[in-house]
């Protein structure tokens, strides 16, 4: 140990021995942070005395034994890791924050204009034409129904004295684009930033690799790359003009000042290296395909309401086999419920037993077996408000592909013009009609994996179905958050409805919740 090491270690003399010390970290590699906060379940020493002796190759080597070797995976929950994920499609940017331990934020379509954002192209061959006509129509359709959504907006909604032009002008155009992002396509480029721990990085990684659209594979072989390079050092430039600024009066020091300053960073080399397309979801995915279109081959889709909170009445067998096939079908979980339930034991057993036959001894169990939570609310909404309701964590969700089969949502806010009143009713109903049309055809054109290729061209108003699994404390959080009159009249009515059948079924506990009607009349300034 170098004297300079010795001086750092010494015990600090402002701090008296028999008080608690509390202090911020900065400047330690991720990985290196972690192996030394993994050191105070074998180590005496303090966080300054550990950091002081600990080298960013010992931190290796001792992530390499006790996380992959022993399987001490919390070590990873340590190493927390920001990054920017640019330029990947809404349909990519849905699949990546699709993690329960997940922080991060997004451009938001409320608040932007997604005009000139482009967008992505998956390889369709000679149907790439069709596609790009397709996707062109629907931004065209976004930049028409925003303009005139904004021109009707202004026309019913004066300017109050107290309001600055640019507040209100700016204000307005978000209640516009709330209508107009239901044109928006699944292909629409965005960006956004993450700040993950390891572990739920190598998940991620795992997770994107076994996707079946290129992209999002992709986008997971990126973000392992982005893992093991060099940091980008937001200091670099400063840095380097501060190393020359010594060397001009001591070359000596400026080395040493280089070799520290400017080192490369590498933000989880070691914990995310072995982080791979995961078999055992990639093939039970098939299986679980297979079995469903197998128990529901002779049934239509049937309709169901918006928000459907599920009964407790189904034995635990019913609901994880039911919980297993939903992400794999388009069926309202009600529907497949009762089909499974119609199984015999032995049947149900053999749906459940595909969930865990091909498990590895280090794969965790698929997310359909998180059961026992107090509340099951199958959504059909739109995806542009599946995404805002996608945020909340504190759940379980489950999500099926995106189709076509439970069609598309008319844009309407209460106490705010129609589109039929602004005259766009016609143009925004033949905009998405000609999108669902070019995305049947795509689906069915042949080339290697159409079915998910096609989905990019499919507008936000798209309706989709989720299951949300919460217990009673998260479903009061969403409610009472998504029924807030600054929130988006698509999550507002579906909150407002989960709350609704919470109440009707557990009357004593309605009181408890403190929601925003969303049938009263809003102040649509008020944001």
Same mark, same amino acid.
């Given at each position: 140990?170098?004297?300079?090491?010795?001086?750092?270690?010494?015990?600090? &003399?402002?701090?008296?021995?028999?008080?608690?010390?509390?202090? #911020?970290?900065? /400047?330690?590699?991720?990985?290196?942070?972690?192996?030394?906060?993994?050191?105070?379940?074998?180590?005496?020493?303090?966080?300054?005395?550990?950091?002081?002796?600990?080298?960013?190759?010992?931190?290796?080597?001792?992530?390499?034994?006790? +996380?992959?070797?022993?399987? !001490?995976?919390?070590?990873?929950?340590?190493?927390?890791?920001?990054?920017?994920?640019?330029?990947?499609?809404?349909?990519?940017? %849905? @699949?990546?924050?699709?993690?329960?331990?997940?922080?991060?934020?997004?451009?938001?379509?409320?608040?932007?204009?997604?005009?000139?954002?482009?967008?992505?192209?998956?390889?369709?061959?000679?149907?790439?034409?069709?596609?790009?006509?397709?996707?062109?129509?629907?931004?065209?359709?976004?930049?028409?129904?925003?303009?005139?959504?904004?021109?009707?907006?202004?026309?019913? %909604?004066?300017?109050?004295?107290?309001?600055?032009?640019?507040? +209100?002008?700016?204000?307005?155009?978000?209640?516009?684009?709330?209508?107009?992002? +239901? *044109?928006?396509?699944?292909?629409?480029?965005?960006?956004?930033?993450?700040?993950?721990?390891?572990?739920?990085?190598?998940?991620?990684?795992?997770? *994107?690799?076994?996707?079946?659209?290129?992209?999002?594979?992709?986008?997971?072989?990126?973000?392992?790359?982005?893992?093991?390079?060099?940091?980008?050092?937001?200091?670099?430039?400063?840095?380097?003009?501060?190393?020359?600024?010594?060397?001009?009066?001591?070359?000596?020091? &400026?080395?040493?000042?280089?070799?520290?300053?400017?080192?490369?960073?590498?933000?989880?080399?070691? *914990?995310?290296?072995?982080?791979?397309?995961?078999?055992?979801?990639?093939?039970?995915?098939?299986?679980?395909?297979?079995?469903?279109?197998?128990?529901?081959?002779?049934?239509?889709?049937?309709?169901?309401?918006?928000?459907?909170?599920?009964?407790?009445?189904?034995?635990?067998?019913?609901?994880?086999?039911?919980?297993?096939?939903?992400?794999?079908?388009?069926?309202?979980?009600?529907?497949?419920?009762?089909?499974? #339930?119609?199984?015999?034991?032995?049947?149900?057993?053999?749906?459940?037993?595909?969930?865990?036959?091909?498990?590895?001894?280090?794969?965790?169990?698929?997310?359909?077996?998180?059961? $026992?939570? $107090?509340?099951?609310?199958?959504?059909?909404?739109?995806?542009?408000?599946?995404?805002?309701?996608?945020?909340?964590?504190?759940?379980?969700?489950?999500?099926?592909?995106?189709?076509?089969?439970?069609?598309?949502?008319?844009?309407?806010?209460?106490?705010?013009?129609?589109?039929?009143?602004?005259?766009?009713?016609?143009?925004?109903? @033949?905009?998405?009609?000609?999108?669902?049309?070019? +995305?049947?055809?795509?689906?069915?054109?042949?080339?290697?994996?159409?079915?998910?290729? @096609?989905?990019?061209?499919?507008?936000?108003?798209?309706?989709?179905?989720?299951?949300?699994?919460?217990?009673?404390?998260?479903?009061?959080?969403?409610?009472?958050?998504?029924?807030?009159? /600054?929130?988006?009249?698509?999550?507002?009515?579906?909150?407002?409805?989960?709350?609704?059948?919470?109440?009707?079924?557990?009357?004593?506990?309605?009181? !408890?919740?403190?929601?925003?009607?969303?049938?009263?009349?809003?102040? *649509?300034?008020?944001?």
């Amino acid at each position: 140990m170098s004297d300079t090491e010795k001086t750092l270690i010494q015990p600090q &003399a402002d701090t008296p021995a028999n008080e608690t010390d509390v202090y #911020a970290i900065h /400047g330690a590699d991720p990985e290196v942070l972690a192996y030394a906060m993994a050191k105070y379940s074998r180590s005496s020493l303090s966080m300054k005395e550990s950091l002081a002796e600990i080298s960013s190759q010992r931190a290796e080597q001792f992530l390499n034994t006790f +996380y992959f070797q022993y399987g !001490h995976r919390s070590i990873a929950d340590l190493a927390h890791i920001p990054f920017a994920i640019e330029r990947l499609s809404l349909l990519a940017a %849905i @699949a990546l924050v699709d993690e329960q331990r997940w922080d991060g934020q997004e451009r938001s379509t409320r608040y932007q204009n997604f005009k000139t954002s482009g967008w992505f192209t998956p390889a369709l061959g000679d149907e790439t034409p069709r596609f790009t006509a397709a996707v062109q129509s629907l931004f065209s359709g976004y930049d028409r129904v925003g303009a005139g959504m904004l021109t009707a907006l202004q026309a019913s %909604i004066p300017q109050p004295e107290s309001m600055k032009p640019d507040a +209100y002008l700016r204000t307005l155009k978000a209640r516009a684009f709330d209508v107009a992002r +239901y *044109l928006l396509p699944l292909a629409t480029n965005t960006s956004l930033g993450q700040i993950v721990n390891a572990r739920t990085l190598e998940t991620q990684v795992s997770r *994107l690799l076994t996707s079946e659209f290129a992209e999002i594979r992709s986008l997971g072989q990126k973000l392992r790359t982005a893992a093991a390079e060099p940091a980008w050092n937001v200091h670099h430039g400063d840095g380097e003009v501060l190393c020359q600024e010594i060397g001009s009066v001591a070359e000596g020091c &400026a080395e040493r000042a280089h070799a520290m300053l400017m080192r490369p960073v590498k933000a989880a080399p070691t *914990l995310v290296k072995y982080a791979a397309a995961n078999a055992y979801q990639a093939e039970t995915r098939a299986q679980l395909t297979q079995a469903a279109a197998e128990l529901m081959a002779r049934q239509a889709i049937e309709p169901v309401s918006v928000v459907d909170l599920l009964d407790d009445a189904e034995p635990l067998e019913v609901e994880l086999a039911t919980s297993l096939l939903y992400p794999h079908c388009h069926f309202s979980y009600r529907q497949l419920r009762n089909s499974v #339930a119609a199984l015999s034991e032995i049947r149900q057993a053999e749906i459940i037993g595909l969930g865990t036959s091909l498990r590895g001894r280090h794969d965790e169990l698929l997310r359909s077996f998180s059961a $026992g939570q $107090g509340f099951r609310f199958d959504i059909l909404m739109d995806i542009g408000g599946f995404r805002d309701m996608h945020r909340h964590r504190r759940c379980v969700q489950l999500l099926q592909e995106y189709t076509d089969a439970h069609g598309y949502e008319l844009p309407e806010c209460p106490g705010q013009p129609s589109l039929a009143a602004a005259g766009l009713e016609d143009d925004y109903i @033949a905009t998405m009609d000609a999108a669902f049309a070019a +995305y049947r055809q795509l689906r069915d054109c042949g080339v290697s994996e159409a079915a998910q290729s @096609a989905q990019y061209v499919l507008p936000l108003g798209t309706r989709c179905r989720s299951m949300f699994k919460m217990d009673f404390a998260e479903a009061v959080y969403i409610s009472e958050l998504r029924t807030g009159v /600054g929130g988006h009249f698509s999550y507002r009515r579906v909150a407002h409805l989960m709350y609704q059948a919470v109440a009707k079924r557990h009357p004593a506990l309605a009181g !408890h919740f403190r929601v925003e009607d969303v049938n009263e009349p809003i102040d *649509l300034l008020r944001r």
